[in-house]
RNA sequence: GCCGCUAUGGUGUAAGUGGUUAACACGCCGCCCUCUCAAGGCGGAGAGUACGGGUUCGAGUCCCGUUAGCGGUACCA
């Protein structure tokens, strides 16, 4: 049986693509009927702690990715490292090397490999003089206090073999592959030797990740045959970039890449999800929005993509300030969800702006609803609602600059509104049909457009020049309401 | 430096085993809806498939080279 794992190092929230790599091992997962595991690569404990490990396991569940067995911290399994390391010394497949640590500079991680590769290749890659110690001896070393690192032996000469499910067969001579030092002299396990043993321990059967490890696996080959385990199958994922075909980072990019900005600013995590489906996969077809469901009956390795996909947002743009096209599919689910299930998700953000009211869960439960349904057409998130949305749910906000210029400009309007405020008020029925006849029959009487009177009313009732229907938004807010802020609408004329 | 991966409009993708004017979505632009719009409807612009060779009757699709981007190369993960 199928069995997957989502191995994120904890680094504080769970990103992008953290969330594209678990879902994509979720998918396969449930499509095989198999077993989707969570482990955290928290090795190493400087960067690590339980705040972040929550944070992942929050972003999971909220994504609805949350994983059938774990989460497994890798840091609880170190002795298993450790045995195994010490087993493939005993079996003449790895050694100790007494060789001094390097000092480390100032220069960084990428010029000293490239200093180091260039003086290899000027003196010859000359052979570790600890390879061949005899083990007794090494053994002997050790026991009296001597530190060592623990590498492993990789053949002479030979080619390591092995197919991606994603990026095909992969091949990488062994003269360009190092002797990998498995466990550091001061006993710490090291990532590759972690993840091959924890990945034998938990029976994994697919190792699906970001692509960034694909040339890396064959040292993680090497360490399977070592150890006589079978190699799982392999599927490396194509990298998510930032516009410009950057890394796409935190530290660079702010939060725009962690998950939790989306569920903090109106992001319906299916929509999410299904976007995130999209980065580095298509099902071939011209569908684009899919359900949960449709995801896991579509979803194939074999259809993933192999060059990396941008994510397009704009830093400039608050407007665009995820991809635009991760904002238009939100919209298309905040249409199409059933109105009970996105009223729980609009009064979350009410809530937080302060403009809850208890009522919305007795007597105005059904006018909440039909209020959420009325603006839902024109908005893309959640927080939309209680931003764009706060003239539909408060008495206090403001008036567009823009939309009282356009709309507000004619000073007929001062009496204008004032009249059809006192018409409107004596409408006993105030529903759609009743304010739009009054509304007409007063424009009628004073011979001006009814469009004036609309445009002008709706800047007065919403401060905003864009909206639903006029007399939708008039039974909304009722007819006092309604009264009320067309007097007081009065004198913003002109303004 | 060395090794590897990738390369279709601005972005995400499509185009079974090479075969008519390269398709869809987002975004953009325009028109319509005379009650607006960031909503809806309709339409349009935008790539000749990174570049250069080659194979072929025919190449986005196969081969070679170049370039660019990315990844790896670590007693980081």
Request: net charge negative; no cysteine.
């Amino acid at each position: 049986t199928v069995r997957v794992r989502f191995a994120p190092s904890p680094t504080g929230y769970l990103h992008l693509g953290g969330a594209r790599t678990a879902l994509f091992n979720w998918l396969f997962a449930r499509k095989h009927g198999g077993v989707f595991i969570l482990r955290i690569e928290d090795t190493d404990i400087h960067r690590s702690s339980q705040a972040m490990v929550q944070g992942i396991l929050e972003g999971l569940h909220w994504l609805g990715l949350d994983p059938d067995e774990g989460p497994f911290l890798q840091s609880s399994f170190v002795e298993q490292h450790r045995a195994a390391a010490r087993r493939l010394v005993k079996e003449g497949k790895a050694y100790y090397d007494f060789t001094p640590k390097e000092q480390t500079d100032d220069k960084t991680v990428k010029e000293r490999i490239a200093d180091r590769a260039r003086a290899q290749e000027q003196a010859g890659r000359e052979s570790n003089p600890y390879r061949d110690l005899p083990l007794d001896e090494a053994l002997r070393r050790v026991e009296s206090g001597e530190p060592a690192a623990i590498r492993l032996k990789v053949g002479a000469r030979g080619v390591s073999r092995f197919d991606d499910l994603v990026y095909g067969p992969q091949e990488r001579d062994y003269s360009e592959i190092e002797d990998l030092v498995l466990i550091r002299t001061d006993g710490h396990p090291l990532y590759n030797l972690g993840v091959v043993v924890d990945d034998i321990e938990m029976r994994i059967t697919h190792v699906i990740r970001g692509q960034d490890h694909l040339t890396n696996t064959h040292k993680q080959v090497l360490l399977y045959e070592a150890l006589g385990e079978p190699v799982p199958q392999f599927a490396h994922l194509p990298l998510i970039m930032a516009p410009g075909r950057e890394k796409l980072s935190k530290r660079k990019h702010g939060e725009v890449v962690s998950v939790t900005t989306y569920r903090n600013r109106g992001f319906v995590p299916d929509a999410l999800v299904n976007f995130l489906a999209l980065l580095g996969w298509s099902p071939g077809a011209d569908q684009e929005i899919m359900s949960r469901q449709e995801l896991i009956e579509k979803f194939s390795l074999e259809a993933v993509n192999k060059s990396s996909a941008v994510f397009n947002f704009s830093e400039t743009d608050s407007r665009e300030w995820t991809d635009p096209k991760a904002l238009w599919m939100n919209g298309e689910y905040l249409k199409a969800l059933p109105i009970d299930e996105l009223v729980p998700l609009v009064a979350g953000h009410l809530k937080e702006a302060g403009l809850w009211r208890d009522d919305y869960e007795t007597d105005k439960r059904e006018w909440l609803a039909q209020t959420v349904d009325l603006l839902r057409a024109r908005y893309r998130t959640t927080v939309d609602f209680a931003q764009m949305g706060r003239p539909y749910f408060a008495d206090d906000f403001e008036y567009e600059p823009a939309a009282v210029k356009k709309n507000l400009k004619d000073e007929k309007l001062k009496d204008l509104l004032r009249e059809l405020a006192d018409r409107l008020s004596a409408v006993d029925d105030f529903t759609h049909d009743n304010s739009e006849a009054a509304l007409r029959t007063y424009s009628e009487e004073r011979g001006v457009k009814a469009g004036l009177l609309i445009n002008g009313a709706r800047t007065a009732l919403t401060g905003q020049s864009v909206g639903p229907s006029m007399f939708d938004i008039m039974v909304t807010l009722g007819r006092e309401r309604t009264v009320e802020r067309l007097r007081r609408a009065v004198e913003l004329v002109g303004k």
